[in-house]
Structures are given as structure tokens and as C-alpha cells.
């Protein structure tokens, strides 16, 4: 249902293409298009202070009717440098960010404030546009090297939740097909109705021939929020859900086979559902007045059975209410929530454009626990990741109590203050000096207060606690920023 | 991948031809001592954990084996595992004689058979036992190793001597003799020789290297010897801790250890275990039995560095060890009797047993140990986490087993159980699982709710079965698959 982001153009620059001359044949004429060149650095995960070799990405860009132009979350997130291009390459300009969604992957972005803007505006603009509708017929367009336009013919086949950047942020996309070729190895194509933009093709899968193109919906959302310079994001009920399907489980909860509903199976602390008075058990029936079927779908007046959730995040603002109507009990009740922003979570599902906090003490490297983090042990990262971690970032409810972020100990640089320590490495920190470490911050502030001349560092699992000479480590720590390392800590 | 191979081949028929003489000074003592050496042939049945109601597969093997006494024959224990029935050739005989297992220890592999008749056995010479040959000398391994059906003679050099893991169990270590011999299938149980006397008992070699052969030397043999003299074969015991190497300045300064090279730290103490309410973590063990501990956690025995457990190796359950330790600076002197810790053995490889389950209305449930855990390959984490820390956390206390539903099979009662293999039974109506015969008594209860729920561990939402349902859903699902039976809960006895 949810497909995982295909290999997308990056064989584009070892294919030979061969170019015939077609002198007769007019280029497709574009408008409101320009190319979008970015250079992206990560951080590097075992050793948080540097940046990963820089990478190189080509995309294109949407020219809006107020001169922003639109293109993709994943074009901008982790950005360093980002330039607008003409399609002939003869005029560049620095661009600046003004809103990135990497839940929705979207971005909006601007010429640098007093840099020559003129061949932008020549360039035409393009309006934004209304829903399609299965087997509408749009463009995707690309530029060739030369400058041309490439405008690929495809359908819209079917309409869904996808995931096409953040990893489990779901948000309506069009599945269009449509037949088409590598130019210029770029990545974020604009998509176009009846000369009017559409929504945004983020990836392509070539072997199906499918690409997810972000819906007008979830533009138009995003553009509305930022239209008042600040960007809130989308909003969140801030449930996880099980469905009833099971005919057993559903004579168990007490429902009829009229009713469909979902089964509510964790809240998270502090979101709309939390103060709502939702609770775990529940069984969600209705959505503003939608009913919300066994596997979780309602009926959309514009696009048929669409994933519940779009009627929180594709359709509604922070602030707004919604109204839900449960079964507790075997009654039926009704709620209220107010949306808000996804609560901040102990382990951070995405790093885009924050510099991991960390810190270093005579040579152990403590970080807090993110997704990225495991996502960095590979393609097999579920089962190759420290366990201890992955349990925490699968059950993090059992991990929350008094943390506001899980710090472990990632590894051990060797020094003569971790003799003995090389082979620790990945795990979880409880407690600094005897105080609880609940962020990054609590554990620098701890190792500032060392107990009976040492710092004891308490750990999940075998040795349990470390210890270390403050002397002997701040001496350690002035060689490692001697021979490089930028500084010892980066608190959040 | 386990990187230990065990030398017990599945081949060869017997070809029963006069062997030759051995024409050399020694030949009559040598023409003895291959007379002691036996071709043990087993009939194997190794139970599938997947399907725990069927049979299994049926296989065979043959190894090595050599006379000790009357009617005592030495083998390896993996060649005589999930044996439904072991023969014994004499060399130079077409006669293969029936026998039984009198003992059989899975933690040192070893085992003791004798033949239904030992009368063609009589007036055979039993072999003698050595020491531990030193480093550089000359050894001769003897057996029936693969590559042809007469006795098999190699010579080798001892080339280390060392703690090493013993891949049958796959948990256990202890001393290993590594010889340059070739060692090859078959050879299992074979008799390893120095100057006429036994040195140790061929057992495993490595997968990647040629030209290694390990043995169990004379020590952990009388061992096995001496604690099946009472007629019953108790296992190793374990002192229960885990130790931390104090090569920190820093923490012999904070556990107040004085810096004389000596002290290593008591990083956990096994719940339950000998250790258990005696030692805390934190603790510096600076003797066992009067010798000293350095901050590796080694002792000095024969003038050979060597982990502190092997003093423990050479005891028996009951025995008593001497330790001294450091308490937050203050020494102490304790003595522990020593016990064997059967939880450790869920984390072992288990031979002759039939699988535990529990079928009830297309879910079958198991008993969590290592043969369930390979069988399956469980990749939730919670199940492997619970695994792992069945020991160190002494979830032991409240789960005599950890009961793992394995299986869901497709009927249209069960069609949307999805999600819920391989993962850890919490709860049954409300009531915590503590084992398999528990699950199975809350399971099978007379009076049982409309609804039976299950609780599994890391999944939000509970099992739902109508128990209406059950009795017509056990007939149909057993019958659409094959399942003859509905349980097994092991016999009255559990098994060792």
C-alpha cells in the first residue's frame, strides 16, 4: 500500500543517451519552470561533529504567481547552498528557504534577499489548481541539458496516502502513470493541468512506471500556512489505531456489523486526543461526521475511500476542532479534540537541517537516540541495530518516564581516560554524578559536578557504571581539541 | 554461522576384511589398543520445532568411540544425540552389536554407552588415561573418519592449549587441547594418544581452517567420570557472576582497589545464583580458593594464566569455594556452595527431546529456548530482548517459561490474527502466563468467559476468541492440518 521510495534518476549520469537530431521538432514550450541546484550535508552518525562528504542535487522548481517557487521538501532539507538555474543555464541566483515540510515534502523558496531576480520573473508563473480526478490526463516536465523542455503525457490511476519523504508521515499523493526518461539526473518534477500546476512528482518508480505526485490539497494547505510568513505545519490527532477487521475482536468490543471504527491503541502525551479525553481502548466511529470504516477509510466527496487520517492532516489547521464520535463501553460518546502539532517525541523520527546534539568526556561520545541513528546500521537496520535501542525506539512509552530525549553512550574513543572501555559502546545512560540524565543538557550539566574526585556515569548494561578521572579526562579532552576535534559538546 | 564443525559423519558402509598387521616395533601394544577403538553407528531422530506434533526427521551418523571398562565405551555426546538406536562394531568384526546410552552429557559432550552383550567385547584392552600433553608434542589420533572403512591412525602436534567453546551445546567452554592433526568426520569420540596413554577424546575442528582438530583433554573426561560415579550425571556448575577487567585507572580509584595488578569487577550477579545475596555488582573478587585474581579476571594455575572459572570448572554441585572480595574498600571472606543454574540452559542447544505445545484453536504456543528461537529466527525485538535477558534479568522468577505463540493457522476464525507470530504470551483472561502446562490449564479451563483473550506481549490489541467456538475450531483446524494431537506439555518429569 505504501510503496518505499524507489531508485530515483541516479543512474541518469552513467546512460549513454543518445541524442538524434531532430531539427524539425519544436521543444514543448514551458512556463513558470526553473532549474533548482542544491548541495546537501548530513552529519556523520558515529562522529557527530563533522558533516559527511558534500552531495550534489538537480531538481526543478515551480514559479508561483507571487514569485516563490515551490518544489520539493527533499530538495531543500539538509541544504547548504541552493540556486536557481534557467533552463539554458545562462542565469544563476543564490535562493533562500522560506518553509520546508519534510512531513508533507514541500518547500517554498525565494531569490536571495537584493540578488537580480529579473530573468526569474520573465519566465512566466503558474497558477495552482483544483483536485483531478482518476484518469485525468497531466504533464511532467523536465528540462533537457540543452534547455529544452520535455513535457511526458500521464494518468492520474488512483489516489492515496503515501509517505514520500519523513518516514511515517502519510499525506495525499496522485499515482500517475506515465512513461519517462532520465534528463539531467534531477530529482522533484512539477506536475501541470491544463497549463495550471498540480502538484509536485517527488518520486518515480521506473520499473512501474508510477510516480507519487504531492496532491493540490496538500499544496494549497501548505502555501495557506505559510501565507502569514510563519509555518506551523501539519497538524496531528496523535493516536495510533489498530483495525477492526477480526470478527472475533469485533464482537469482543461490542460492535455491529453496520459500524466500522478503529481501535485506539496509544496516545501520545500531550496531543489534541490526550486533552480530548480520548483513551486507549476506545473505538473511533466518526470523524467530523464521516464514517470511518473497519480498515479505516470514510468516504471523501472528491476522491471516494481515502485513509481516514487525511481528514486531520490533509484537510484541517493547528487549532482547528473535530469532532469524534467513540464507543467506550459499548456506548457510543462524543468528543472533541483541538489539532495541534505532533507532540515532541523522545526519539526523534527525522534530523533534517538540526545538527545532532552530542557530547564528549575523555573520550566517551554520548548522543541522544534518533531514528537516523538506527537507520545509519543499513539496509537491515531493524535487525542489526543495538537491541537495547531499537526496543526503545519501538516502545518508547516504557522509556519516557522523566526523559525528554533517550542520551546513550554511542561509543568509546580510545584515550588514556577509557582504558579498559573499548568495547562498550550503545548504551542507554540513566543517570551523571548521581543526577538523573534526562537530555543532553542534564548530562553536561552533571559532568560538571564530579562526586568524590570522579565522574561516575551510569549505564543499562554491563559495566553498569563508568568512571573517569576529571583531570585525567580534561587532559584528554584538550588533545582531542588539539588534533581536530571542532568542540566538545553541541548542546541542543 | 557456527564456526565450530563437528566431526560426525553420516557414511560408509562397514567392509568387513582382515586388516593387516601393523608391522612395527610396537605392534602388538598398537594392535590392542585398535582393537579398544570402536565404530559407533546412530539412527537419529531430530525433532522439527516448526511442526512440534510431528515426528521429525530421520537420519543416522557414524563417529568414534574407545573401551574404559568393562563394558564402557567413551564417545561424544553429538554422536550419540537424538539417537533412537546406537550399534557398535568391534574392528576387523561385520557385527554390529546393539547399545544404549548410560550417560550422556551435552555440556561437555561426552557420553558413556555399553552394548546389550559385552561378551565379544571381553578381554579387550581398556584404555588408560594421561595428563594434558604439553605444547610441541607428539599425539595420534585414532577412528573411523570418512574416506574409507578401516581404522584411521594421524599424527599431529599439540599446538594449543586453551578455554574455548564447546560448539554442541553451543553455550559451554572449557579447556580444549587444538591439535595440527587431521581430523575429519567420523573421527568424533576417537581416542587421541600419547606414549600408549588416552590424551583427550577428538571432538570438533574449524570450518575455516585446515588442519585443526580440537580435543577434550583428560580433565573435563575424569570430571564427567567422576560425577556419573553416583549413577547420575548433575552437569557443570557456575559460580553466577559476570566480570568487568579493572584496567581503569579511574575505577580501581572509585571500588578503592589498591594498583597491585590484582581485582577484577563483579559487573552482575546471576539472580539465584550461588553468588546470589553474597556478592552485589561493584564487588572486586581478589581470590578464589587462595588464588589470587588479577584485573583480567585470570588465575594462575601450573604456572599457565587462565580465567578464574576454571577453578570452578574442576567442582561438582555441593562443593564449596573460598572467595575474597572488596566491598566499597572493606574486605571480605565468604564461602559459596555451589549449585547448577538449569535457567542458563534455555540459551543452550537441547538433543532427545520432544518439543512442548499448546494447540488451541489455530494458535500454537512453545516454550521460548535456543531450538524454538534457531527454528524460527524471531526478529521482533521485544522477543529477542526477552531472550537475551531471560537470565540477566531473572524473568525466570515470575516465566518458567517464556511462552511464545509461534503459529497462527489459516482457518476463518483465525484469517485476521495477523501480527501476532512470534511473539511472547503476557497474559490469558487476565491471568499471567507463568509457563507452558499453565497456559494450557488457562487455556483448556472448564469455565471459561464468553471471550478468551490473549495478551501478547508488544501488541496493542488482545486475541479475541469466542470460546463457543473452540471445541468445533480444534476439530477443523487439527484435521485440516494434520495435527493429531492438541498438546504436548513434556513428560511428568521435566526433562533435563
Same mark, same amino acid.
Given at each position: 500500500?505504501?510503496?518505499?521510495?524507489?531508485?530515483?534518476?541516479?543512474?541518469? $549520469?552513467?546512460?549513454?543517451?543518445?541524442?538524434?537530431?531532430? #531539427?524539425?521538432?519544436?521543444?514543448?514550450?514551458?512556463?513558470?519552470?526553473?532549474?533548482?541546484?542544491?548541495?546537501?550535508?548530513?552529519?556523520?552518525?558515529?562522529?557527530?561533529?563533522? $558533516?559527511?562528504?558534500?552531495?550534489?542535487?538537480?531538481?526543478?522548481?515551480?514559479?508561483?504567481?507571487?514569485?516563490?517557487?515551490?518544489?520539493?521538501?527533499?530538495?531543500?532539507?539538509?541544504?547548504?547552498?541552493?540556486?536557481?538555474?534557467?533552463?539554458?543555464?545562462?542565469?544563476?541566483?543564490?535562493?533562500?528557504?522560506?518553509?520546508?515540510?519534510?512531513?508533507?515534502?514541500?518547500?517554498?523558496?525565494? #531569490?536571495?534577499?537584493?540578488?537580480?531576480?529579473?530573468?526569474? +520573473?520573465?519566465?512566466?508563473?503558474?497558477?495552482?489548481?483544483?483536485?483531478?480526478?482518476?484518469? +485525468?490526463?497531466?504533464?511532467?516536465?523536465?528540462?533537457?541539458?540543452?534547455?529544452?523542455?520535455?513535457?511526458?503525457?500521464?494518468?492520474?490511476?488512483?489516489?492515496?496516502?503515501?509517505?514520500?519523504?519523513?518516514?511515517?508521515?502519510?499525506?495525499?499523493?496522485?499515482?500517475?502513470?506515465?512513461?519517462?526518461?532520465?534528463?539531467?539526473?534531477?530529482?522533484?518534477?512539477?506536475?501541470?493541468?491544463?497549463?495550471?500546476?498540480?502538484?509536485?512528482?517527488?518520486?518515480?518508480?521506473?520499473?512501474?512506471?508510477?510516480?507519487?505526485?504531492?496532491?493540490?490539497?496538500? &499544496?494549497?494547505?501548505?502555501?495557506?500556512?505559510?501565507?502569514?510568513?510563519?509555518?506551523?505545519?501539519?497538524?496531528? $490527532?496523535?493516536?495510533?489505531?489498530? &483495525?477492526?477487521?477480526?470478527?472475533?475482536?469485533?464482537?469482543?468490543?461490542? $460492535?455491529?456489523?453496520?459500524?466500522?471504527?478503529?481501535?485506539?491503541?496509544?496516545?501520545?502525551?500531550?496531543?489534541?486526543?490526550?486533552?480530548?479525553?480520548?483513551?486507549?481502548?476506545?473505538?473511533?466511529?466518526?470523524?467530523?461526521?464521516?464514517?470511518?470504516?473497519?480498515?479505516?477509510?470514510?468516504?471523501?466527496?472528491?476522491?471516494?475511500?481515502?485513509?481516514?487520517?487525511?481528514?486531520?492532516?490533509?484537510?484541517?489547521?493547528?487549532? +482547528?476542532? &473535530?469532532?469524534?464520535?467513540?464507543?467506550? +463501553?459499548?456506548?457510543?460518546?462524543?468528543?472533541?479534540?483541538?489539532?495541534?502539532?505532533?507532540?515532541?517525541?523522545?526519539?526523534?523520527?527525522?534530523?533534517?537541517?538540526?545538527?545532532?546534539?552530542?557530547?564528549?568526556?575523555?573520550?566517551?561520545?554520548?548522543?541522544?537516540?534518533?531514528?537516523?541513528?538506527?537507520?545509519?546500521?543499513?539496509?537491515?537496520?531493524?535487525?542489526?541495530?543495538?537491541?537495547?535501542?531499537?526496543?526503545?525506539?519501538?516502545?518508547?512509552?516504557?522509556?519516557?518516564?522523566?526523559?525528554?530525549? &533517550?542520551?546513550?553512550?554511542?561509543?568509546?574513543?580510545?584515550?588514556?581516560?577509557?582504558?579498559?572501555?573499548?568495547?562498550? *559502546?550503545?548504551?542507554?545512560?540513566?543517570?551523571? *554524578?548521581?543526577?538523573?540524565?534526562?537530555?543532553?543538557?542534564?548530562?553536561?550539566?552533571?559532568?560538571?559536578?564530579?562526586?568524590?574526585?570522579?565522574?561516575?556515569?551510569?549505564?543499562?548494561?554491563?559495566?553498569?557504571?563508568?568512571?573517569?578521572?576529571?583531570?585525567?579526562?580534561?587532559?584528554?579532552?584538550?588533545?582531542?581539541?588539539?588534533?581536530?576535534?571542532?568542540?566538545?559538546?553541541?548542546?541542543? | 554461522?557456527?564456526?565450530?564443525?563437528?566431526?560426525?559423519?553420516?557414511?560408509?558402509?562397514?567392509?568387513?576384511?582382515?586388516?593387516?598387521?601393523?608391522?612395527?616395533?610396537?605392534?602388538?601394544?598398537?594392535?590392542?589398543? /585398535?582393537?579398544?577403538?570402536?565404530?559407533?553407528?546412530?539412527?537419529?531422530?531430530?525433532?522439527? /520445532?516448526?511442526?512440534?506434533?510431528?515426528?521429525?526427521?530421520?537420519?543416522?551418523?557414524? !563417529?568414534?568411540?574407545?573401551?574404559? !571398562?568393562?563394558?564402557?565405551?567413551?564417545?561424544?555426546?553429538?554422536?550419540?544425540?537424538?539417537?533412537?538406536?546406537?550399534?557398535?562394531?568391534?574392528?576387523?568384526?561385520?557385527?554390529?552389536?546393539?547399545?544404549?546410552?548410560?550417560?550422556?552429557?551435552?555440556?561437555?559432550?561426552?557420553?558413556?554407552?555399553?552394548? %546389550?552383550?559385552?561378551?565379544?567385547? %571381553?578381554?579387550?584392552?581398556?584404555?588408560?588415561?594421561?595428563?594434558?600433553?604439553?605444547? %610441541?608434542?607428539?599425539?595420534?589420533?585414532?577412528?573411523?573418519?570418512?574416506?574409507?572403512?578401516?581404522?584411521?591412525?594421524?599424527?599431529?602436534?599439540?599446538?594449543?592449549?586453551?578455554?574455548?567453546?564447546?560448539?554442541?551445546?553451543?553455550?559451554?567452554?572449557?579447556?580444549?587441547?587444538?591439535?595440527?592433526?587431521?581430523?575429519?568426520?567420523?573421527?568424533?569420540?576417537?581416542?587421541?594418544?600419547?606414549?600408549?596413554?588416552?590424551?583427550?577424546?577428538?571432538?570438533? !575442528?574449524?570450518?575455516?581452517?585446515?588442519?585443526?582438530?580440537?580435543?577434550?583433554?583428560?580433565?573435563?573426561?575424569?570430571?564427567?567420570?567422576?560425577?556419573?560415579?553416583?549413577?547420575?550425571?548433575?552437569?557443570?556448575?557456575?559460580?553466577?557472576?559476570? %566480570?568487568?577487567?579493572?584496567?581503569?585507572?579511574?575505577?580501581?580509584?572509585?571500588?578503592?582497589?589498591?594498583?597491585?595488578?590484582?581485582?577484577?569487577?563483579?559487573?552482575?550477579?546471576?539472580?539465584?545464583?550461588?553468588?546470589?545475596?553474597?556478592?552485589?555488582?561493584?564487588?572486586?573478587?581478589?581470590?578464589?580458593?587462595?588464588?589470587?585474581?588479577?584485573?583480567?579476571?585470570?588465575?594462575?594455575?601450573?604456572?599457565?594464566?587462565?580465567?578464574?572459572?576454571?577453578?570452578?570448572?574442576?567442582?561438582?554441585?555441593?562443593?564449596?569455594?573460598?572467595?575474597?572480595?572488596?566491598? =566499597?574498600?572493606?574486605?571480605?571472606?565468604?564461602?559459596?556452595?555451589?549449585?547448577?543454574?538449569?535457567?542458563?540452559?534455555?540459551?543452550?542447544?537441547?538433543?532427545?527431546?520432544?518439543?512442548?505445545?499448546?494447540?488451541?484453536?489455530?494458535?500454537?504456543?512453545?516454550?521460548?529456548?535456543?531450538?524454538?528461537?534457531?527454528?524460527?529466527?524471531?526478529?521482533?525485538?521485544?522477543?529477542?530482548?526477552?531472550?537475551?535477558?531471560?537470565?540477566?534479568?531473572?524473568?525466570?522468577?515470575?516465566?518458567?517459561?517464556?511462552?511464545?505463540?509461534?503459529?497462527?493457522?489459516?482457518?476463518?476464525?483465525?484469517?485476521?490474527?495477523?501480527?501476532?507470530? !512470534?511473539?511472547?504470551?503476557?497474559?490469558?483472561?487476565?491471568?499471567?502466563?507463568?509457563?507452558?502446562?499453565?497456559?494450557?490449564?488457562?487455556?483448556?479451563?472448564?469455565?471459561?468467559?464468553?471471550?478468551?483473550?490473549?495478551?501478547?506481549?508488544?501488541?496493542? =490489541?488482545?486475541?479475541?476468541?469466542?470460546?463457543?467456538?473452540?471445541?468445533?475450531?480444534?476439530?477443523?483446524?487439527?484435521?485440516?492440518?494434520?495435527?493429531?494431537?492438541?498438546?504436548?506439555?513434556?513428560?511428568?518429569?521435566?526433562?533435563?
Amino acid at each position: 500500500m505504501f510503496p518505499t521510495r524507489p531508485l530515483f534518476f541516479c543512474l541518469a $549520469l552513467l546512460l549513454v543517451v543518445m541524442v538524434l537530431p531532430a #531539427p524539425a521538432l519544436a521543444a514543448a514550450k514551458a512556463k513558470g519552470l526553473l532549474r533548482i541546484n542544491t548541495t546537501i550535508q548530513t552529519y556523520n552518525v558515529s562522529q557527530p561533529w563533522e $558533516l559527511n562528504q558534500p552531495q550534489r542535487r538537480r531538481g526543478l522548481g515551480a514559479i508561483l504567481e507571487d514569485g516563490n517557487i515551490l518544489t520539493t521538501g527533499e530538495m531543500a532539507a539538509n541544504s547548504t547552498y541552493i540556486e536557481f538555474e534557467s533552463a539554458d543555464g545562462a542565469h544563476t541566483v543564490p535562493a533562500e528557504v522560506i518553509a520546508i515540510d519534510y512531513e508533507a515534502n514541500l518547500a517554498l523558496l525565494k #531569490p536571495e534577499k537584493g540578488a537580480n531576480r529579473e530573468w526569474i +520573473d520573465k519566465l512566466g508563473t503558474l497558477g495552482t489548481n483544483g483536485p483531478a480526478k482518476i484518469d +485525468d490526463k497531466v504533464n511532467i516536465w523536465q528540462f533537457e541539458d540543452n534547455g529544452d523542455a520535455i513535457r511526458t503525457e500521464g494518468t492520474v490511476r488512483s489516489v492515496d496516502l503515501l509517505s514520500t519523504f519523513a518516514s511515517g508521515h502519510y499525506f495525499l499523493c496522485y499515482e500517475v502513470k506515465a512513461s519517462m526518461q532520465s534528463a539531467s539526473s534531477s530529482y522533484t518534477l512539477p506536475v501541470t493541468r491544463n497549463g495550471r500546476l498540480l502538484g509536485i512528482l517527488a518520486s518515480y518508480n521506473s520499473k512501474d512506471q508510477i510516480s507519487d505526485v504531492v496532491a493540490p490539497d496538500i &499544496l494549497k494547505r501548505f502555501l495557506e500556512d505559510v501565507r502569514d510568513g510563519r509555518h506551523e505545519g501539519f497538524p496531528s $490527532l496523535g493516536i495510533a489505531t489498530v &483495525l477492526t477487521e477480526d470478527p472475533q475482536f469485533r464482537k469482543w468490543l461490542g $460492535l455491529t456489523d453496520e459500524q466500522g471504527g478503529l481501535y485506539v491503541s496509544r496516545l501520545l502525551p500531550g496531543s489534541g486526543a490526550d486533552e480530548s479525553g480520548l483513551k486507549k481502548g476506545d473505538v473511533l466511529l466518526t470523524v467530523n461526521g464521516h464514517a470511518i470504516d473497519r480498515r479505516g477509510y470514510y468516504e471523501d466527496p472528491t476522491y471516494g475511500r481515502l485513509v481516514w487520517s487525511h481528514l486531520v492532516r490533509g484537510s484541517r489547521q493547528v487549532g +482547528d476542532k &473535530l469532532a469524534l464520535l467513540i464507543m467506550r +463501553d459499548g456506548k457510543e460518546q462524543q468528543l472533541e479534540a483541538v489539532l495541534r502539532r505532533p507532540p515532541d517525541h523522545l526519539i526523534p523520527s527525522h534530523m533534517y537541517d538540526k545538527a545532532p546534539p552530542y557530547l564528549i568526556k575523555g573520550g566517551l561520545v554520548f548522543q541522544e537516540l534518533t531514528r537516523p541513528y538506527l537507520e545509519a546500521f543499513g539496509k537491515e537496520w531493524r535487525s542489526r541495530a543495538p537491541l537495547d535501542l531499537l526496543d526503545a525506539l519501538n516502545n518508547p512509552e516504557d522509556y519516557e518516564e522523566g526523559r525528554k530525549r &533517550l542520551v546513550f553512550l554511542s561509543r568509546v574513543i580510545r584515550t588514556p581516560a577509557t582504558i579498559g572501555y573499548d568495547q562498550v *559502546n550503545n548504551l542507554i545512560v540513566t543517570e551523571a *554524578n548521581g543526577q538523573k540524565v534526562t537530555d543532553m543538557t542534564s548530562l553536561a550539566a552533571a559532568l560538571n559536578n564530579p562526586k568524590d574526585g570522579l565522574h561516575s556515569i551510569r549505564i543499562d548494561d554491563i559495566p553498569y557504571v563508568i568512571y573517569l578521572d576529571p583531570e585525567e579526562s580534561d587532559l584528554v579532552d584538550k588533545a582531542l581539541l588539539k588534533r581536530g576535534l571542532p568542540a566538545l559538546q553541541r548542546l541542543p | 554461522m557456527n564456526k565450530l564443525l563437528l566431526f560426525c559423519g553420516s557414511v560408509a558402509l562397514l567392509h568387513p576384511l582382515a586388516l593387516a598387521q601393523n608391522p612395527d616395533q610396537t605392534g602388538n601394544r598398537n594392535a590392542d589398543i /585398535y582393537k579398544s577403538v570402536v565404530r559407533i553407528e546412530s539412527a537419529t531422530q531430530v525433532a522439527d /520445532y516448526r511442526t512440534p506434533w510431528n515426528s521429525g526427521r530421520f537420519g543416522g551418523g557414524t !563417529g568414534s568411540g574407545f573401551m574404559i !571398562g568393562p563394558n564402557q565405551f567413551l564417545t561424544n555426546a553429538h554422536v550419540v544425540s537424538n539417537a533412537n538406536r546406537v550399534l557398535i562394531t568391534r574392528r576387523g568384526s561385520a557385527q554390529k552389536h546393539p547399545a544404549r546410552v548410560v550417560h550422556i552429557a551435552h555440556d561437555c559432550d561426552l557420553a558413556l554407552l555399553e552394548v %546389550e552383550n559385552d561378551a565379544p567385547f %571381553e578381554g579387550l584392552h581398556y584404555l588408560k588415561f594421561g595428563d594434558v600433553p604439553a605444547l %610441541e608434542s607428539q599425539v595420534r589420533v585414532i577412528g573411523y573418519p570418512v574416506g574409507g572403512d578401516r581404522i584411521s591412525v594421524t599424527r599431529g602436534v599439540v599446538s594449543r592449549i586453551d578455554f574455548r567453546p564447546y560448539s554442541h551445546s553451543r553455550v559451554d567452554s572449557h579447556l580444549v587441547v587444538q591439535i595440527d592433526a587431521a581430523i575429519n568426520p567420523g573421527n568424533s569420540g576417537g581416542p587421541v594418544l600419547q606414549d600408549g596413554k588416552v590424551a583427550g577424546v577428538a571432538f570438533q !575442528g574449524l570450518r575455516q581452517a585446515d588442519n585443526t582438530g580440537y580435543m577434550i583433554p583428560t580433565p573435563v573426561i575424569q570430571r564427567f567420570l567422576k560425577d556419573i560415579g553416583d549413577g547420575r550425571y548433575d552437569k557443570y556448575v557456575d559460580l553466577g557472576i559476570t %566480570e568487568f577487567a579493572l584496567f581503569n585507572p579511574a575505577m580501581r580509584k572509585a571500588l578503592q582497589v589498591p594498583e597491585d595488578g590484582l581485582g577484577v569487577m563483579v559487573a552482575s550477579v546471576l539472580p539465584t545464583g550461588p553468588c546470589d545475596g553474597v556478592m552485589e555488582p561493584g564487588d572486586v573478587l581478589l581470590s578464589i580458593d587462595n588464588n589470587p585474581v588479577d584485573n583480567a579476571g585470570n588465575i594462575e594455575v601450573e604456572g599457565e594464566k587462565v580465567v578464574l572459572h576454571e577453578v570452578v570448572e574442576r567442582k561438582f554441585a555441593g562443593d564449596e569455594v573460598k572467595l575474597e572480595f572488596l566491598r =566499597r574498600g572493606e574486605k571480605k571472606d565468604v564461602t559459596v556452595t555451589l549449585k547448577a543454574f538449569p535457567h542458563s540452559r534455555i540459551y543452550a542447544v537441547r538433543y532427545g527431546e520432544r518439543p512442548r505445545f499448546v494447540f488451541f484453536a489455530g494458535l500454537v504456543f512453545q516454550p521460548l529456548d535456543f531450538n524454538l528461537y534457531s527454528a524460527y529466527g524471531f526478529d521482533s525485538p521485544r522477543v529477542r530482548k526477552i531472550f537475551q535477558n531471560y537470565v540477566r534479568d531473572a524473568l525466570f522468577k515470575e516465566r518458567k517459561d517464556v511462552v511464545v505463540l509461534t503459529r497462527v493457522e489459516s482457518d476463518r476464525l483465525t484469517s485476521f490474527i495477523t501480527g501476532f507470530n !512470534g511473539t511472547v504470551v503476557d497474559e490469558i483472561n487476565g491471568t499471567k502466563v507463568k509457563d507452558l502446562r499453565h497456559a494450557h490449564e488457562l487455556l483448556y479451563a472448564a469455565d471459561q468467559p464468553e471471550f478468551i483473550t490473549i495478551k501478547c506481549n508488544g501488541v496493542v =490489541r488482545p486475541i479475541v476468541i469466542p470460546s463457543a467456538e473452540v471445541e468445533s475450531a480444534n476439530k477443523r483446524i487439527m484435521q485440516q492440518n494434520g495435527i493429531f494431537r492438541s498438546h504436548y506439555l513434556g513428560d511428568s518429569q521435566p526433562a533435563s
